[in-house]
């Protein structure tokens, strides 16, 4: 079976209001405070795109490493 509660407050419309119900004003005042205050985390996923070959890297759009080698003078001469 299952159990249904009712609880006597009105529901909160938004989910900073519901925080606030639960955890009161001031936690989560400072929590909101803290929580600007912290330094991003740095993206980690960026430095394992350092080993890849120019091929990976097109494949998944990223920019060449290096520019391509020139072309022979022989194929300037083809149509």
């Known amino acids: 079976m299952t159990r249904l509660t ?4 009105p529901v ?3 989910s900073i209001e519901a925080a ?10 400072i929590a909101a405070l803290l929580a ?3 330094p991003r ?4 996923l960026a430095a394992n795109f350092v080993g890849l070959d120019d091929h990976m890297r ?3 759009g990223l920019p060449p ?3 391509s080698p020139p072309r022979p003078y022989w194929q300037h001469c083809g149509w």
């Open 41 to 44: 985390a740095a993206r980690p």
């Open 65 to 67: 490493k290096s520019t």
């Open 58 to 60: 097109r494949d998944i």
């Open 20 to 29: 606030i119900a639960i955890h009161g004003a001031r936690r989560v005042l």
């Open 36 to 38: 600007t205050l912290r």
């Open 12 to 14: 909160p419309a938004s």
């Open 6 to 9: 009712h609880h006597a407050g």
